[in-house]
């Protein structure tokens, strides 16, 4: 039997702090900066995307597939690497950090589970840090269910990546045990303490 055809969709995406992101709820937890691999990080239902603009929209196209690709398409990219991700809801998709989500289908139409996303880029290299008007980088995301593995590095040749694989990655700040409440509170307390002489 033969696999139905991948889902397939195209989109312009809003890059903010050089990251687009792969989530599975409204509520995003702040993760620590993993620059090992130079593309992509995440924790159970939230996946990083190191873009090499700062601000801006890049073009991102999705294949959703039952099983993974036959082969890995190097020709045209500058990187390519396979990265496990879990989600508890099922409901990932690819988000912005700070503007709307983009209209693009969702990921993981088998529901929760453990899924392959293979992050396929080019053009990090032509703004580095920089802020685009129109986009001038490419993304190719192509998700399966799989289980968890480490990541499969298929291609690492742009400059950014190397770059970022150089640098110290930066733990996450610490979880608030309270509620949003508790921590707007001690907030205000120690923003009161400052600047009490």
């Not at 608030?176 to 400052?194: I, K, P, Q, V, Y």
């Amino acid at each position: 039997m033969t696999e139905p055809a991948p889902t397939v969709a195209s989109s312009p995406v809003h890059v903010d702090y050089h990251t687009f992101e792969l989530t599975d709820s409204d509520k995003r937890i702040p993760m620590g900066f993993d620059t090992s691999n130079g593309l992509v990080f995440s924790r159970p239902g939230q996946v990083v995307i190191c873009t090499g603009i700062s601000t801006g929209p890049v073009n991102v196209s999705v294949q959703v597939r039952r099983q993974p690709p036959a082969q890995v398409d190097a020709d045209v990219w500058d990187e390519i690497l396979d990265h496990s991700v879990a989600t508890a809801t099922g409901a990932l998709r690819v988000t912005s950090v700070m503007t709307d989500a983009p209209d693009l289908p969702l990921l993981t139409p088998q529901g929760p589970g453990t899924y392959r996303v293979r992050v396929q880029a080019r053009g990090r290299d032509n703004a580095p840090d920089g802020v685009a008007d129109d986009p001038v980088e490419d993304y190719l995301l192509i998700v399966w269910p799989a289980e968890s593995q480490p990541d499969e590095i298929h291609k690492q040749t742009d400059l950014y990546g190397a770059e970022l694989r150089a640098r110290p990655s930066r733990p996450a700040p610490p979880l608030s045990t309270g509620d949003a409440e508790d921590d707007r509170r001690r907030t205000r307390e120690r923003l009161h303490r400052r600047r009490t002489p």
